[in-house]
């Protein structure tokens, strides 16, 4: 697991569209972050689904104001 540039556990408690159809609740340690990329986008795995990766972005507001967890993409990984 590569080392996270931002505390996650900022986003606690926050809820998220995810690839596999359904919301999800953020907490650390029981969504894995698998990456954290630039502009405060990030890719989580799915807890239902551990072939089900989403793309999340954080929804700022003025570029200050945190204002949720935005789902962009969704991507299955055709794993065995
Ligand atoms: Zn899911």
Do not use: W
């Not at 340690?29 to 689904?49: D, M, Q, T, W, Y």
């Not at 990766?53 to 003025?62: D, G, N």
């Amino acid at each position: 697991m590569a080392s996270l540039r931002r505390d996650m556990s900022t986003f606690n408690g926050d809820n998220f569209q995810c690839a596999c159809g359904s919301e999800h609740t953020f907490y650390t340690g029981a969504i894995r972050v698998l990456s954290e990329g630039f502009n405060g986008k990030f890719v989580v795995l799915c807890p239902n689904n551990p072939q089900t990766l989403s793309l999340i972005k954080t929804k700022m507001k003025f570029g200050i104001i945190y204002q949720g967890l935005q789902y962009l993409a969704g991507c299955e990984i055709d794993g065995e």
